[in-house]
């Protein structure tokens, strides 16, 4: 392992937002590590990053198993580098009725969207506790903040996320390491709202919906901050978004 290699991993590298955020720290020079639990819908990802001259690797890993996220940390701290940065970006947003709402389902949304989280920062912080710094971001939505209708489910797991992200803010922030929790809020550039939601995705015309590159930025402008100014939570939303 080379100790000149920075590595970010990215939990949840899908075709928008965590691709986005994994090609955006590759450009400045980190290790892309990105997990999917499929590999084969990596590699396009993959081969973009050392496309442009960038490193990268793609990992098959279930977040909701802690013996599988100890073997990703593992691997990749001992084969790779250490894991300077790390995101959390798996959504489960499934809408349902309470009405209608399966205790199986609403189990797996929270197992997906909420514990996954816990396990996958746990033991990425229990690397960087020891070297004294690092940056922990967890991607969160409007849900985090407030529950809607027929959106229990999605909305009890992101709050729980939130919940997360500041409790290991204020323990972690004192041992140099930043938590920082990012609340998206409208819909972003990607080919399911193109073809699901055609009206909404006619707003991208007017940089009325979000852009993948743009949320990039600001995980990378978070894990650039300066700790005398660090930014705990961050709300990104268009401009015509209501709220």
Known sequence: MSNDKKVVLVIGAGDATGGAIAKRFAREGYVACVTRRSADKLQPLVDEIRAAGG????????????????ELVETIERDIGPIEAFVFNIGANVP?????????????????????AFLTAQAVARRMVVRGRGTILFTGATAGLRGAANFAAFAGAKHGVRALAQSMARELGPRN???????????????????????MYARKEQDGILDPEHIADNYWFLHAQPRDAWTFELDLRPWMEKW
């Open 55 to 70: 490193e990268a690797h793609g990992f098959a890993s279930d977040a909701r198993k802690e013996e599988a996220v100890a």
């Open 96 to 116: 349902c009725s309470i009405l209608d709402e399966t205790a199986r389902k609403y189990f797996k949304i929270w197992e997906m969207a909420c514990f996954s």
């Open 177 to 199: 390491i930043h938590v920082a929790h990012v609340v998206v809020d409208g819909a972003i550039d990607t080919a399911f709202i193109r073809d699901s939601f055609p009206e």
